[in-house]
């Protein structure tokens, strides 16, 4: 499976950004997609996650209500919508996939596939 995101870049605080991730290669064989973030010298922190066929979400509890996790399995795409931004949500989004049922959602070790960051700027 291989990953690209899209749609980061700068925005001031209060406004709303959308993220894109892209799937291709083995899909079908997909069971959950999530976002990460990451800024220089911390861990890479659990941000939403969405199943691939059902309809579970779970959410950082820092996004919940700003931020909303959706897919269109048509276009094999998972979307990050980011409203009311603030400053502190500048970082490195990743978006990932894993192929494997697990119990924990949260770590970076439940997933398989990872694409490369896209920077989201928050400006204040």
């Known amino acids: 499976v291989q990953l690209q995101a899209f749609g980061g870049g700068l925005v001031q605080a209060g406004g709303s950004l959308r993220l894109s991730c892209a799937a291709s290669?083995?899909?079908?064989?997909?069971?959950?997609m999530a976002w990460f973030r990451q800024t220089a010298g911390k861990e890479r922190e659990f941000v939403a996650v969405t199943s691939w066929r059902g309809d579970s979400t779970y959410y950082a509890d820092s996004v919940k209500g700003r931020f909303t996790i959706s897919r269109d399995n048509a276009k094999n795409t998972v979307y990050l919508q980011m409203i009311s931004l603030e400053h502190e949500d500048t970082a490195s989004y990743y978006c990932?996939?894993?192929?494997?049922?697990?119990?924990?959602?949260?770590?970076?070790?439940?997933?398989?596939?990872w694409g490369p960051g896209t920077l989201v700027t928050v400006s204040s």
């Open positions: 990932a996939a894993r192929t494997r049922v697990g119990i924990h959602y949260f770590r970076p070790s439940d997933y398989d596939y």
């Open positions: 290669g083995r899909t079908f064989s997909i069971f959950d």
